[in-house]
């Protein structure tokens, strides 16, 4: 006997894109240790994808603060 079994074929849904603040300018201060290009740090960079939604917002919100300390301690150029 040959048992064959028959599966509903469903539509997958397309991945979620995820949010990135990547400028493509990837350099890491040495005091900070952000990146000067979109302020994460190593850490946060490489684990990207496997942090949660709410836990890549919570990164995000914190990035205007931290390019802004860039830029006050002259990594960045002049603060506006």
């Known amino acids: ?13 397309p991945p979620k894109a995820i949010t ?9 201060d040495g005091t900070t240790g952000w990146c000067l290009g979109c302020g994460r740090t190593m850490s946060e960079i490489g684990n ?5 939604d709410e836990s890549r917002d919570d990164v995000m919100a914190e990035l205007p603060a931290r390019i802004e300390e860039l830029k006050s301690l002259g990594k960045l150029g002049p603060v506006k």
Do not use: N, Y
């Open 1 to 13: 006997w040959v048992s064959i079994r028959c599966q509903k074929r469903t539509r997958a849904m």
């Open 48 to 52: 990207w994808v496997r942090l949660g």
């Open 20 to 28: 990135s603040p990547c400028i493509k300018t990837c350099a890491i």
